[in-house]
């Protein structure tokens, strides 16, 4: 079993910033991806950004120049720096991971997600 634990959510002003971050653990062999989803109040869950096993990274048009994902030495953890945030920010984000994982002898892969944060942007 592989658990996803993210912190770091809450109310900020406009124009103001937060971090989050997420840490994978369990009988992990090793992490394709992991990322940050976000879903606003009647709007389907959409992608933040990405980070691949490799370091390549992936942002939403709307956070570009804005928002940075990183990951920790262990690179089993993920971060999500938002700076300038704007009220259209405020959203439910959840942490995903698609991960390799030791099932008895084998290795299988899954994808895995947080129970998500809510970040708050207020003017």
């Known amino acids: 079993q592989v658990q996803l634990v993210e912190s770091g959510g809450g109310l900020v002003q406009a124009g103001g910033s937060l971090r989050l971050s997420c840490t994978a653990s369990?009988?992990?062999?090793?992490?394709?991806?992991m990322g940050w989803y976000r879903q606003a109040p009647g709007k389907q869950r959409e992608l933040v950004a990405v980070?691949?096993?490799?370091?390549?990274?992936n942002y939403a048009e709307s956070v570009k120049g804005r928002f940075t994902i990183s990951r920790g030495n262990a690179k089993n953890t993920v971060y999500l720096s938002m700076n300038s945030l704007k009220l259209e920010d405020t959203a439910v984000y959840y942490c995903?991971?698609?991960?390799?994982?030791?099932?008895?002898?084998?290795?299988?892969?899954?994808?895995?997600w947080g129970q998500g944060t809510q970040v708050t942007v207020s003017s």
């Open positions: 995903y991971a698609d991960i390799i994982v030791v099932v008895r002898t084998a290795l299988e892969e899954y994808e895995y």
């Open positions: 369990g009988s992990i062999d090793s992490i394709n991806a």
């Open positions: 980070i691949i096993s490799g370091g390549n990274t």
